[in-house]
């Protein structure tokens, strides 16, 4: 099944950079802990670097985020990001 994702990276507060990805969930079934983990491993296995990762998911009209607490605050104010790579699973 392919899976859409973003990856970017983005300054950290400190000055550094966090590399982080958002995968586009649709809909989850309950486990997101699961879920997650097994996105961001697959991602990484692909040569990624991932600091943080988050899923993106539709409740409702609504979107919601699980993930990394601060990449899911920032995604909350700043939105999906655009979609820039799929990944196998």
Do not use: C
């Amino acid at each position: 099944m392919k899976i859409k994702m973003a990856h970017l990276r983005e300054r950290a507060t400190n000055g550094g950079w966090i590399d982080f990805a958002v995968f586009d969930a649709k809909s989850t079934n309950g486990d997101n802990d699961s879920l997650l983990y097994q996105l961001t491993l697959a991602a990484r296995n692909s040569g990624l670097k991932i600091d943080q990762s988050a899923l993106a998911y539709q409740v409702g009209s609504r979107v919601q985020f699980f993930g990394s607490s601060t990449l899911v605050d920032y995604l909350a104010k700043m939105g999906v990001p655009r979609w820039t790579h799929t990944i196998d699973v």
